[in-house]
């Protein structure tokens, strides 16, 4: 009823770019407006952190500090597909990239908050 898929995860090398992306579908997003996304990241013996998050319209995106000015998100309601953009990658940011989504129109930084989330795409950054 209700899928997230994210792919463009990969291996590059530190200073490189790649955008991911969050594929929604099922009836639980047919309005997929309606939902704020995020986006977190868990390294291997590290907590699961925030990294962004976009509102309904895109009018309002969030950033945690280390990657703000290298990630950017966005989203495609018409696609029902959030991307992150992300820049001049360094090895810290290796990790495993998941999208949620939760039914509200704004922002949150808080994992628990997100009811639907993706399997997760492999980013990883060699320096």
């Known amino acids: 009823q209700a899928q997230l898929v994210e792919s463009g995860g990969g291996l590059v090398q530190g200073g490189d770019s790649l955008r991911l992306s969050c594929a929604a579908s099922?009836?639980?997003?047919?309005?997929?407006?309606?939902?704020?996304v995020g986006w977190f990241r868990q390294a291997p013996g590290k907590e699961r952190e925030f990294v962004a998050a976009?509102?309904?319209?895109?009018?309002?995106?969030d950033y945690a500090d280390s990657v703000k000015g290298r990630f950017t998100i966005s989203r495609d309601n018409a696609k029902k597909t959030v991307f992150l953009q992300m820049s001049s990658l360094k090895p810290e940011d290796t990790a495993v990239y998941h999208c949620?989504?939760?039914?509200?129109?704004?922002?949150?930084?808080?994992?628990?908050?997100?009811?639907?989330w993706g399997q997760g795409t492999q980013v990883t950054v060699s320096s």
């Open positions: 949620a989504a939760r039914l509200d129109i704004g922002t949150t930084r808080k994992a628990s908050e997100y009811r639907y």
């Open positions: 099922g009836r639980t997003f047919s309005t997929f407006i309606n939902y704020g």
């Open positions: 976009i509102s309904w319209t895109g009018g309002s995106r």
